[in-house]
DNA sequence: TCAGGGCTACTAGTATTCAAGTTTGCGGGT
DNA sequence: ACCCGCAAACTTGAATACTAGTAGCCCTGA
């Protein structure tokens, strides 16, 4: 008899399905930011104590979706666009050195599978959270590729403050260009060319957020009042 | 009337103070890897609950200094090769680009003080504390210079799994070495030169873990057991 | 009407208690 | 002497109780 939301019972511990359920209504946007929740309530709603709560929201915290004040609340964190272009820049700085190194010497097996993934990708349409799954599918392939499943957890880590801004554009998502912007690093993979490899990356991982200031403009109330 | 080992006082959530005063103690190495550690051992150390103490134990089960065993208890975890390799590549490809972009737009007043902690470097004579703090606030100061504190935030984050080698090779440090890596990276930004200052931060870092086998093979037991 | 002060309701931080599972060691039987 | 089994003493996970501090509201007084 665990609870009515999402769904929590004796398998695993509850803090960490806390937080990723918060983790994922945050990102999707189906809290808006800026709203003030608590220990206690957050606890009611998944029928726990506020201990589990208290974890997830210290994860939280770190991966900057909330913001605890002590004695006063939490909240919400608004998107910050500088937030979203530091997660960039460590992202692609990550992901631009795997993309190399897959290059260089590709794990058997891996080529076939990027195709394949994209090849799903280009089917999609219209379904945002299908196509961000598919992408983040896309990246962690490489990932496992270059053997940097630590690398990874940090780029997931930091991959949320990016995934926010996607789902606000659920339908201006240019999937169609991210599409080909993948095809070209595995064109540059299968090519053995690192350099290539390397820049590809880069330029989908800038191009990812090539609209977001439109989209800041569009919903400012999700987003942190420019400094 | 706070405690006899650190200190915790009303001055500051207890949480963040055990897990620095952990933290340092695990990374400097004055707690033996493989050591088993509860919560209530500790929490009766500093003389507070539990609570915070689990808190602390999170955070350091994040930054994978210890290892919770559920029901069982916790260890502080040997330094794992390939944990300090791929905390390097992460370190590497973000600085990497951090180097580059202040190469290309240094701002004013960095290649200054930036030369005066390499001097001080320099003169530092044996204390492996205070070379690896100067190194800190060298890297810290680039990454400031190319305003980028949440980049920094992810380096230091890692940072802690390279920083238990280097306590570990106190004498062995090669600091004449280290310095003059650290006035190429600075001569290439003066010579607003991003390649070679990126190439040259990539030196320096895969430099820095040269003596990590000869390391391992003199204290095994600081280590797991390679797979 | 407006300004000031105190009270109340709520927040997160901390401490304490309870629960569930694992290990360890002792003791009896073979 | 050895092995099996049970029980007690740990461990962390979760729930509850208590503390301290904030903010907002209402009431009072000018």
Redesign the pocket.
Known sequence: MPLQPGLNL?EG???PQVYKHMRDRIISGQITPGTR?????IARHYE?????V??AFFRLADAGLVQ???????LVRRISIRGVTDARFVREAIEADIARLVAEDPAPGTTERLADLIEQQAGVDGDAAAFIRLDEAFHHTLAQAADKTFAWRIVEEVKGQMDRVRFLSTRYLPTERLVDQHRAVLAAIEARDPDAASSAMRQHLRGVLSDLPEIARQVPEFFEPEG
Do not use: D, K, Y
């Not at 929740?37 to 309530?41: H, K, Q």
């Open positions: 004796s511990a509850l803090g929740i608590s220990e206690t309530e726990v104590s506020r201990q589990p208290r974890e605890v004040l002590p004695q006063r609340g939490t």
